[in-house]
């Protein structure tokens, strides 16, 4: 039977490192015979932003979007290439609409889950709009900032609803804070939310596809030092309802590169940030983890163009809303009824029985490759680029310890 070529398009921003890493273990994947015996060969091409017809039919069969959630012309074409073409996206254009968390923690509220008491305020500074005046002046309710403050609780966070990268988060711990981040919060919309204290982990879970790594994070740390290497740091339950809760939000939305942070307070899981349209995978910041998410990048997009995995863009809610309204089910069984229906989104069964018969061999490749010298300048590039001259010893020492590290617990 004749050959099958798919490509897998990659939308990209400022960023070199992980999508040079991703094209070269892609080349060294090889060809994959399926059960009808057609041999598929698989390649990438980093995705231009140009004008489109919207007949025009697109190349790929895969796009991994890192840039779309800002930048509103290949946006469109993504919603195009969804609707006109049936090409599968990481992630969903019509559920991220630009990081939005707002229906995110909707959504998961509805379904019970443990979010911290939030509360969505008017923007502090009249949009620019002509109607702008007519609209505020007849419909717009004045509310008590300080009162509305007191119905959430001190200390709380004020930040944007629809925000990334820690960008215009504030924590409040008196009426001061609360107007200063306000007045300085402009035209954009805020979210006041209840602080979880005295919380033991921080925990960041990355997921792409079926695939989910809990880290420990350091928020309080550089970038660089944010993800501490440490393997234990959750019981096996908790880590479990962590997973859980981050490919519940994932098959939810239809997101399939996505980071989810819950803060673990004795056994209670409070989840507080999870639409990341554009997730870090930097090796400057995953390190250690780095191998272990470009092994499951590869793993995912390979499964989804050689089996055909069709996209669905409908947010079929029905069925987590039952599982949600039901009284006689406790949390414990409502999340046992949410990973179930996340494992049927991602297809769990079929995608590590084909990972089993045709990609076993990844892990031992990627292993070989971050050994490799090619990976070492990928390193040495990135780091240079990344950091000031005078600081590039030191985190090349401290970025090869890391890999190291992961190379000989890999090993």
Same mark, same amino acid.
């Given at each position: 039977?004749?050959?099958?070529?798919?490509?897998?398009?990659?939308?990209?921003?400022?960023?070199?490192?992980?999508?040079?890493?991703?094209?070269?273990?892609?080349?060294?994947?090889?060809?994959?015979?399926?059960?009808?015996?057609?041999? @598929?060969?698989?390649?990438?091409?980093?995705?231009?932003?140009?004008? &489109?017809?919207?007949?025009?039919?697109?190349?790929?069969?895969?796009?991994?979007?890192?840039?779309?959630?800002?930048?509103?012309?290949?946006?469109?074409?993504?919603?195009?290439?969804?609707?006109?073409?049936?090409?599968?996206?990481?992630?969903?254009?019509?559920? #991220?609409?630009?990081?939005?968390?707002?229906?995110?923690?909707?959504?998961?509220?509805?379904?019970?889950? $443990?979010?911290?008491?939030? %509360?969505?305020?008017?923007?502090?500074?009249?949009?620019?709009?002509?109607?702008?005046?007519?609209?505020?002046?007849?419909?717009?309710?004045? &509310?008590?900032?300080?009162?509305?403050?007191?119905?959430?609780?001190?200390?709380?966070?004020? !930040?944007?609803?629809?925000?990334?990268?820690?960008?215009?988060?504030? $924590?409040?711990?008196?009426?001061?804070?609360? @107007?200063?981040?306000?007045?300085?919060?402009?035209?954009?919309?805020?979210?006041?939310?209840?602080?979880?204290?005295?919380?033991?982990?921080?925990?960041?879970?990355?997921?792409?596809?079926?695939?989910?790594?809990?880290? !420990?994070?350091?928020?309080?740390?550089?970038?660089?030092?944010?993800?501490?290497?440490?393997?234990?740091?959750?019981?096996?339950?908790?880590?479990?309802?962590?997973?859980?809760?981050?490919?519940?939000?994932?098959?939810?939305?239809?997101?399939? #590169?996505?980071?989810?942070?819950?803060? %673990?307070?004795?056994?209670?899981?409070?989840?507080?940030?999870?639409?990341?349209?554009?997730?870090?995978? /930097?090796?400057?910041?995953?390190?250690?983890?780095?191998?272990?998410?470009?092994?499951?990048?590869?793993?995912?997009?390979?499964?989804?163009?050689?089996?055909?995995?069709?996209?669905?863009?409908?947010?079929?809610?029905?069925?987590? +809303?039952?599982? /949600?309204?039901? =009284?006689?089910?406790?949390?414990?069984? $409502?999340?046992?009824?949410?990973?179930?229906? /996340?494992?049927?989104? +991602?297809?769990?069964?079929?995608?590590?029985?084909?990972?089993?018969?045709?990609?076993?061999?990844?892990?031992?490749? %990627?292993?070989?490759? %971050?050994?490799?010298?090619?990976?070492?300048?990928?390193?040495?590039?990135?780091?240079?680029?990344?950091?000031? =001259?005078?600081?590039?010893?030191?985190?090349?020492?401290? #970025?090869?310890?890391?890999?190291?590290?992961?190379?000989?617990?890999?090993?």
């Amino acid at each position: 039977m004749a050959d099958v070529e798919h490509t897998i398009g990659l939308l990209l921003g400022t960023e070199d490192d992980w999508p040079r890493a991703y094209e070269a273990l892609l080349r060294r994947v090889g060809t994959i015979t399926d059960g009808s015996g057609r041999t @598929h060969r698989i390649d990438s091409v980093r995705v231009t932003i140009e004008p &489109f017809n919207l007949r025009d039919k697109p190349r790929h069969d895969l796009v991994i979007d890192r840039l779309a959630y800002w930048y509103y012309h290949p946006r469109e074409w993504l919603k195009k290439a969804a609707l006109m073409d049936d090409v599968y996206l990481l992630n969903s254009p019509f559920t #991220f609409q630009s990081m939005e968390k707002h229906a995110a923690y909707c959504a998961m509220m509805r379904l019970g889950l $443990k979010v911290p008491e939030t %509360v969505l305020v008017p923007f502090k500074n009249p949009l620019d709009n002509s109607r702008w005046a007519y609209t505020s002046g007849r419909y717009n309710q004045h &509310f008590d900032l300080e009162a509305l403050a007191e119905s959430v609780g001190y200390p709380m966070f004020m !930040k944007p609803y629809d925000g990334g990268a820690w960008v215009g988060v504030s $924590k409040i711990r008196n009426v001061d804070e609360l @107007h200063a981040a306000y007045d300085a919060s402009g035209e954009r919309l805020m979210h006041l939310q209840a602080a979880v204290e005295d919380y033991d982990v921080f925990a960041r879970s990355l997921t792409i596809g079926p695939e989910t790594m809990v880290m !420990k994070f350091r928020p309080e740390l550089p970038m660089y030092d944010r993800y501490a290497v440490e393997h234990d740091f959750l019981s096996p339950s908790t880590g479990d309802e962590v997973v859980t809760i981050s490919r519940l939000v994932n098959a939810f939305f239809r997101w399939e #590169f996505n980071s989810c942070e819950s803060l %673990v307070k004795g056994d209670e899981v409070h989840p507080i940030d999870y639409a990341n349209a554009c997730p870090d995978v /930097a090796v400057t910041s995953l390190h250690y983890y780095f191998p272990w998410a470009m092994a499951a990048l590869l793993r995912w997009t390979v499964y989804c163009v050689v089996t055909g995995r069709r996209p669905r863009l409908d947010m079929d809610t029905t069925p987590y +809303f039952q599982i /949600a309204d039901d =009284p006689s089910l406790s949390y414990a069984q $409502k999340l046992a009824g949410y990973r179930r229906l /996340a494992d049927d989104y +991602f297809e769990v069964d079929r995608y590590e029985e084909f990972c089993e018969k045709h990609l076993s061999h990844v892990d031992e490749m %990627v292993h070989d490759w %971050v050994s490799s010298p090619e990976f070492g300048t990928l390193l040495d590039q990135t780091v240079r680029a990344t950091y000031p =001259p005078d600081e590039h010893e030191r985190f090349l020492a401290h #970025f090869r310890g890391l890999i190291d590290a992961w190379l000989r617990d890999h090993a």
